[in-house]
């Protein structure tokens, strides 16, 4: 039964995880975990005072 909660609770933290990650590619963010990664999407370029190259992004 504990190996059933374990096996519950680790399938749910990958699922939030995946799910998390394909909504921010949808968004079009290349640095997920990046503070700047918002600004540094393909669709906008940088604006703003954003320094994408500072993170190896291009514009």
Not at 32 to 37: F, H, K, L, N, T
Not at 44 to 54: A, F, I, K, L, T
């Amino acid at each position: 039964m504990a190996n059933l909660l374990v096996a519950g609770i680790l399938l749910l933290a990958v699922g939030v995880a995946v799910a998390y990650i394909v909504k921010a590619k949808k968004s079009g963010t290349k640095c997920i975990g990046c503070p700047s990664g918002g600004c540094c999407s393909k669709k906008g370029g940088c604006h703003g005072g954003c320094d994408c190259e500072s993170h190896g992004m291009d514009k």
